[in-house]
């Protein structure tokens, strides 16, 4: 259907940041219905039934298009409830007593274990705490009140702006993240209109 536009995004980027966008889209584009995707698997833009995909990785990408939409710093983040409920959390060292929250397919990137060193806070077990496979479930978790994670800062931006999260240390205090994320588009040919007004709004957002 040339009205349909299929994106083919990592559930965490499609519910932290994309999907509370897209009321924007469709008042700028009524004439194009959206298909959201949500997988992290392997797609070919050229043939997979996806018009675009929404990726994290190192760019670098052959046979296709490719815009940087935006790299991240990962702060330690945390509902504000839990600063004025629990132990108290002035420093890094206090995250001892408190419940850690951890990405696993973030590990490689930004683990408790790198921020914590980098923080001088040698004496908090970084290991500790419960795992989540999806970003978007740590997030939930801290929501909740359930702990600190380390989230990459525009996933949260939402919840930031908002007071739903906080930044509990210094802004500067973060991990710079290397890999960004980038928009894939099919590699030959001109981009069809409703690519090209998609990947127009999505610049423009960023």
């Not at 800062?153 to 210094?170: E, I, N, T």
Request: charged share 25%; hydrophobic share 40%.
């Amino acid at each position: 259907d040339s009205h349909v536009l299929t994106i083919s995004v990592s559930p965490g980027f499609g519910s932290l940041w994309l999907v509370p966008r897209l009321d924007s889209f469709r008042r700028q584009h009524p004439d194009v219905d959206l298909r959201i995707d949500g997988t992290d698997r392997l797609v070919d833009v050229n043939r997979d039934g996806a018009d675009v995909a929404i990726r994290y990785g190192p760019g670098g990408y052959q046979a296709v298009r490719s815009d940087r939409l935006f790299a991240m710093r990962s702060p330690p983040v945390c509902s504000p409830a839990l600063l004025s409920q629990g132990a108290a959390l002035d420093s890094p060292s206090d995250l001892e007593h408190h419940t850690l929250l951890h990405v696993e397919w973030k590990e490689t990137e930004a683990s408790w274990r790198t921020w914590l060193l980098a923080a001088g806070a040698r004496q908090v077990d970084p290991y500790r705490g419960p795992r989540f496979t999806k970003e978007e479930m740590a997030v939930r978790a801290a929501l909740d009140g359930k702990g600190v994670a380390l989230i990459g800062d525009r996933m949260v931006a939402d919840h930031l702006a908002s007071g739903r999260l906080v930044r509990p240390f210094d802004a500067g205090m973060s991990t710079p993240l290397e890999f960004a994320y980038f928009l894939l588009r099919p590699g030959t040919g001109p981009d069809t209109p409703k690519v090209a007004r998609f990947r127009e709004w999505l610049l423009a957002q960023i």
